[in-house]
């Protein structure tokens, strides 16, 4: 509290005239701060002639500081950031040395109590967090009431909150306000116990969300296995002997929850604290700042990024964003932070691990944009005078995609580890000198001063006045109308990113649309039948059962939106069924290449079947559908028949023929199938071709882990194999196959090597036979 100039001065302390009333106070500075309440002490009596009422004056002068720029709201001993010199520490020890010689668990202890822990100490903690880590099975039965398409953040969040109702005597409401506040052993008995609940159940909660909208069953947490270890386990175990995570991808794992566990008071920590603060239980506490982080400001900012890297495309499309940013119509997702004005540095660890992971699971095609966007952004001087830099979420959203994760399963890998720092916040608030404080901020009332009530009939309508917006269900249709408005003529290819409805970047499919809106949103509770094609015609009349022709392809634009809830509203279309199997096929592709990194190749290739094929221009949407379908009948237990209850008889018919119940990788199996392709439909050789194309280009451009020069060839051959047999029925992909067989090469190891030698003796080794059946050229 401030004491007025009469006393002695020191140099420890800050002077203040207020010049409205000449008063001055001397504020003491400790810890290179003041206490906001001095300023209290400022004060006008009565009512100044400029002021209002609401302003109160006479109260002493209040201090506005909206987002906290200048603010400390607590004292702790937890972490500290410069954020000029880009430090981060856990209790004074350097954040790149924990990444390099701790580990998740370890660095948790240390946040939580202050010190690293001693050989039996870290043996106890690791043993309590892994022993809290089964939940209620009444827990199951919540966690199946949400929906498949529910943000796994919204399941977390309301998990979190569901947990703590099952634990009654962790509950201040239940057991007394000072449950946590005591210290006595009891009560930190007690608080402890929490502490290993909360962060022994996160990883069962998160893989539950995770689980639940892929319709598997949930895994119970095994025994024997490292906290991320058995996290991995819990979300990709089915039914393998003996399973185990990729040490590599659990080991990366668990630096970067390390490099996630704490990073003093964010947003969401600050949620914590001020949630904490009414003496709420841990778990409401822990919901309240996974709320927190959910934002796409904090740690949905790795999500963000992404979907902000698919949004670009390409490098060369940088220099555009970049403009937008510029301009405020965009943001430039992972840069900038609050507090880090140069490099943040988790991202340089990040940067490394991210080696690694790519190392296993191969190189994401969108690390070029980012790189791209990273430097074109560290040259640009918006970014330069701002001090924005790339920012811990700048990189890791790249390292779980390769890793296989949804991409709105990225905040949850934020929010797992964070726990802990939530917690050791807490704790320590909890038993902070001079008890618990309920965090109470003021605000600066600007409203309407003192005002009668105005009866109803005596009332106009306010000029200015917002209106309610119309309703979200109208939006796809709405963009599609403004983007109709702007080229009238011209018959388009819509590429739909759903985002919103599901967890994926899937690009649905493409159809083509009729210029008249109308017919659209007559189909948005269209019967099963028929499928997309009601989107390909080319006049208002034909559009609900006509299949376009290919011809109509000619001049496609290609629109990406965020959201697709203009046709998925109420009554589910059958176009929300496509989705929603879609969504399983690629949970089920990244799932498999988590589970083994070398088959990255085949990620989204359902979707690379159906751009592929789109490119050509040689075919319709049915094929569309079923290059999609062809897929997804592979990779999940549906049906055929369901595929015609869903789609109808065509669509059946032409994914009957395609599909060949196996994966995709199965390659003999499929050469099988192809050679009988003579007795195949047109339409099932075109699907085949597409997909030999996808596979080809995706391991032309990265061979998979563990191919040799010799295995990747024969590959190469046997793809050609089936373009001869295929080649009749769509001649300029087969052209285009043809030409990347004879011409195209591709990097091993820095060395460049023919796709298919000249000369097929230039493959040696008996290999050969054994893998593939003989082919005789
Ligand atoms: N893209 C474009 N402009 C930006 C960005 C950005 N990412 N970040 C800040 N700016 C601009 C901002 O508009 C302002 O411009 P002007 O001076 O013209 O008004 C200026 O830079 C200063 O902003 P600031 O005061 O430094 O920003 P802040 O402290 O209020 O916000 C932030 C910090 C992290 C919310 C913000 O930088 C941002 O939105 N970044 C993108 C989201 C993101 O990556 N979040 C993850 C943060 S790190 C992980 C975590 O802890 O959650």
Same mark, same amino acid.
Request: charged share 20%.
């Given at each position: 509290?401030?004491?007025?100039?009469?006393?002695?001065?020191?140099?420890?302390?800050?002077?203040?005239?207020?010049?409205?009333?000449?008063?001055?106070?001397?504020?003491?500075?400790?810890?290179?701060?003041?206490?906001?309440?001095? $300023?209290?002490?400022?004060?006008?009596?009565?009512?100044?002639?400029?002021?209002?009422?609401?302003?109160?004056?006479?109260?002493?002068?209040?201090?506005?500081?909206?987002?906290?720029?200048?603010?400390?709201?607590?004292?702790?001993?937890?972490?500290?950031?410069?954020?000029?010199?880009?430090?981060?520490?856990?209790?004074?020890?350097?954040?790149?040395?924990?990444?390099?010689?701790?580990?998740?668990?370890?660095?948790?202890?240390?946040?939580?109590?202050?010190?690293?822990?001693?050989?039996?100490?870290?043996?106890?903690?690791?043993?309590?967090?892994?022993?809290?880590?089964?939940?209620?099975?009444?827990?199951?039965?919540?966690?199946?009431?949400?929906?498949?398409?529910?943000?796994?953040?919204?399941?977390?969040?309301?998990?979190?909150?569901?947990?703590?109702?099952?634990?009654?005597?962790?509950?201040?409401?239940?057991?007394?306000?000072?449950?946590?506040?005591?210290?006595?052993?009891?009560?930190?008995?007690?608080?402890?116990?929490?502490?290993?609940?909360?962060?022994?159940?996160?990883?069962?909660?998160?893989?539950? !969300?995770?689980?639940?909208?892929?319709?598997?069953?949930?895994?119970?947490?095994?025994?024997?296995?490292?906290?991320?270890?058995?996290?991995?386990?819990?979300?990709?175990?089915?039914?393998?002997?003996?399973?185990?995570?990729?040490?590599?991808?659990?080991?990366?794992?668990?630096?970067?929850?390390?490099?996630?566990?704490?990073?003093?008071?964010?947003?969401?920590?600050?949620?914590?604290?001020?949630?904490?603060?009414?003496?709420?239980?841990?778990?409401?506490?822990?919901?309240?700042?996974?709320? !927190?982080?959910?934002?796409?400001?904090?740690?949905?900012?790795?999500?963000?990024?992404?979907?902000?890297?698919?949004?670009?495309?390409?490098?060369?499309?940088?220099?555009?964003?970049?403009?937008?940013?510029?301009? &405020?119509?965009?943001?430039?997702?992972?840069?900038?932070?609050?507090?880090?004005?140069?490099?943040?540095?988790?991202?340089?660890?990040?940067?490394?691990?991210?080696?690694?992971?790519?190392? !296993?699971?191969?190189?994401?095609?969108?690390?070029?944009?980012?790189?791209?966007?990273?430097?074109?952004?560290?040259?640009?001087?918006?970014?330069?005078?701002?001090?924005?830099?790339?920012?811990?979420?700048?990189?890791?959203?790249?390292?779980?995609?390769?890793?296989?994760?949804?991409?709105? $399963?990225?905040?949850?890998?934020?929010?797992?580890?964070?726990?802990?720092?939530?917690?050791?916040?807490?704790?320590?608030?909890?038993?902070?000198?001079?008890?618990?404080?309920?965090?109470?901020?003021?605000?600066?009332?600007?409203?309407?001063?003192?005002?009668?009530?105005?009866?109803?009939?005596?009332?106009?309508?306010?000029?200015?006045?917002?209106?309610?917006?119309?309703?979200?269900?109208? $939006?796809?249709?709405?963009?599609?109308?403004?983007?109709?408005?702007?080229?009238?003529?011209?018959?388009?290819?819509?590429?739909?990113?759903?985002?919103?409805?599901?967890?994926?970047?899937?690009?649905?499919?493409?159809?083509?649309?009729?210029?008249?809106?109308?017919?659209?949103?007559?189909?948005?509770?269209?019967?099963?039948?028929?499928?997309?094609?009601?989107?390909?015609?080319?006049?208002?009349?034909?559009?609900?059962?006509?299949?376009?022709?290919?011809?109509?392809? /000619?001049?496609?634009?290609?629109?990406?939106?965020?959201?697709?809830?203009? $046709?998925?509203?109420?009554?589910?279309?059958?176009?929300?069924?496509?989705?929603?199997?879609?969504?399983?096929?690629?949970?089920?592709?990244?799932?498999?290449?988590? &589970?083994?990194?070398?088959?990255?190749?085949?990620?989204?290739?359902?979707?690379?079947?159906?751009?592929?094929?789109?490119?050509?221009?040689?075919?319709?949407?049915?094929?569309?559908?079923?290059?999609?379908?062809?897929?997804?009948?592979?990779?999940?237990?549906?049906?055929?028949?369901?595929?015609?209850?869903?789609?109808?008889?065509?669509?059946?018919?032409?994914?009957?023929?395609?599909?060949?119940?196996?994966?995709?990788?199965?390659?003999?199996?499929?050469?099988?199938?192809?050679?009988?392709?003579?007795?195949?439909?047109?339409?099932?050789?075109?699907?085949?071709?597409?997909? &030999?194309?996808? /596979?080809?280009?995706?391991?032309?451009?990265?061979?998979?882990?563990?191919?040799?020069?010799?295995?990747?060839?024969?590959?190469?051959?046997?793809?050609?194999?089936?373009?001869?047999?295929?080649?009749?029925?769509?001649?300029?992909?087969?052209?285009?196959?043809?030409?990347?067989?004879?011409?195209?090469?591709?990097?091993?190891?820095?060395?460049?090597?023919?796709?298919?030698?000249?000369?097929?003796?230039?493959?040696?080794?008996? &290999?050969?036979?054994?893998?593939?059946?003989?082919?005789?050229?």
């Amino acid at each position: 509290m401030g004491r007025l100039t009469t006393q002695l001065s020191s140099s420890d302390t800050i002077t203040v005239i207020d010049n409205r009333t000449s008063k001055t106070i001397e504020i003491p500075i400790t810890e290179n701060s003041i206490p906001a309440t001095a $300023f209290k002490q400022l004060s006008i009596p009565g009512v100044s002639s400029k002021g209002r009422e609401e302003d109160e004056e006479s109260k002493g002068l209040r201090v506005f500081d909206p987002g906290y720029m200048n603010t400390a709201v607590i004292k702790s001993t937890i972490t500290f950031i410069d954020g000029e010199a880009g430090i981060l520490r856990y209790r004074g020890y350097p954040i790149e040395q924990l990444a390099e010689h701790s580990t998740f668990l370890e660095s948790s202890y240390l946040l939580l109590y202050g010190n690293l822990p001693s050989p039996s100490q870290k043996i106890l903690f690791e043993k309590e967090v892994q022993a809290h880590s089964y939940v209620h099975s009444d827990l199951e039965g919540f966690m199946k009431s949400f929906r498949y398409d529910a943000h796994p953040m919204a399941i977390l969040v309301s998990a979190f909150s569901a947990l703590g109702s099952f634990h009654s005597e962790a509950n201040p409401s239940l057991q007394g306000q000072k449950l946590f506040t005591t210290g006595t052993p009891d009560s930190l008995r007690n608080m402890d116990k929490q502490i290993y609940r909360l962060i022994g159940k996160a990883p069962t909660l998160a893989a539950m !969300a995770y689980r639940i909208r892929q319709g598997r069953p949930f895994n119970r947490p095994p025994v024997g296995l490292g906290y991320t270890e058995s996290f991995l386990y819990q979300l990709d175990f089915l039914n393998e002997r003996e399973y185990r995570p990729s040490p590599v991808l659990a080991k990366a794992l668990d630096v970067l929850f390390l490099l996630h566990a704490d990073h003093e008071v964010n947003c969401s920590t600050a949620s914590i604290l001020q949630v904490g603060s009414s003496g709420v239980d841990p778990y409401s506490g822990v919901a309240a700042a996974c709320a !927190a982080l959910y934002g796409p400001l904090h740690g949905g900012a790795n999500e963000a990024v992404i979907r902000m890297l698919l949004d670009i495309g390409s490098p060369e499309n940088v220099p555009e964003f970049i403009e937008k940013v510029k301009s &405020k119509q965009k943001v430039l997702s992972g840069f900038g932070h609050r507090v880090y004005r140069t490099s943040d540095p988790r991202s340089f660890v990040i940067r490394k691990i991210a080696e690694e992971v790519f190392e !296993a699971t191969g190189r994401d095609q969108l690390l070029e944009v980012a790189m791209a966007l990273h430097d074109a952004a560290l040259k640009d001087d918006y970014f330069k005078s701002r001090k924005l830099y790339p920012n811990v979420d700048f990189w890791s959203g790249l390292i779980y995609r390769a890793m296989g994760f949804p991409f709105d $399963f990225f905040p949850v890998l934020f929010a797992v580890p964070r726990v802990v720092g939530w917690l050791a916040h807490w704790r320590q608030m909890m038993l902070a000198q001079g008890g618990l404080k309920i965090w109470r901020p003021r605000q600066i009332y600007v409203g309407p001063t003192l005002r009668d009530y105005v009866r109803l009939e005596d009332r106009a309508e306010e000029s200015g006045q917002k209106h309610v917006n119309q309703a979200s269900a109208t $939006f796809g249709l709405r963009l599609i109308e403004s983007y109709q408005k702007d080229k009238p003529d011209q018959p388009r290819q819509v590429s739909v990113i759903p985002l919103l409805i599901f967890d994926l970047t899937i690009v649905l499919t493409h159809y083509r649309m009729s210029p008249s809106v109308t017919s659209i949103s007559n189909n948005t509770t269209a019967t099963p039948s028929s499928s997309l094609s009601k989107y390909t015609s080319t006049s208002p009349a034909s559009s609900s059962s006509s299949k376009s022709s290919s011809s109509s392809l /000619n001049s496609m634009t290609t629109v990406t939106t965020t959201s697709f809830d203009g $046709f998925l509203d109420g009554n589910i279309s059958d176009v929300g069924i496509l989705l929603k199997t879609l969504s399983f096929s690629s949970q089920k592709h990244s799932f498999q290449r988590r &589970k083994d990194p070398a088959q990255s190749p085949y990620i989204n290739h359902p979707i690379g079947v159906a751009n592929f094929i789109a490119e050509t221009g040689e075919t319709d949407i049915v094929v569309l559908q079923a290059a999609i379908l062809h897929d997804v009948v592979e990779d999940t237990e549906c049906t055929i028949d369901e595929i015609e209850l869903h789609f109808g008889p065509e669509v059946a018919k032409v994914v009957d023929e395609c599909s060949d119940d196996t994966t995709l990788s199965a390659c003999a199996r499929k050469l099988a199938q192809v050679e009988t392709a003579g007795h195949k439909s047109k339409r099932a050789q075109q699907v085949k071709l597409g997909d &030999k194309l996808h /596979n080809c280009l995706s391991i032309q451009s990265a061979i998979p882990v563990g191919w040799d020069v010799e295995r990747s060839q024969r590959y190469f051959i046997w793809s050609k194999q089936v373009v001869d047999l295929c080649a009749s029925s769509n001649p300029k992909l087969a052209a285009r196959l043809y030409t990347l067989f004879s011409e195209g090469t591709f990097v091993h190891r820095g060395k460049t090597y023919a796709c298919v030698p000249r000369k097929m003796s230039d493959i040696s080794g008996t &290999k050969w036979k054994s893998y593939y059946p003989p082919v005789d050229y």
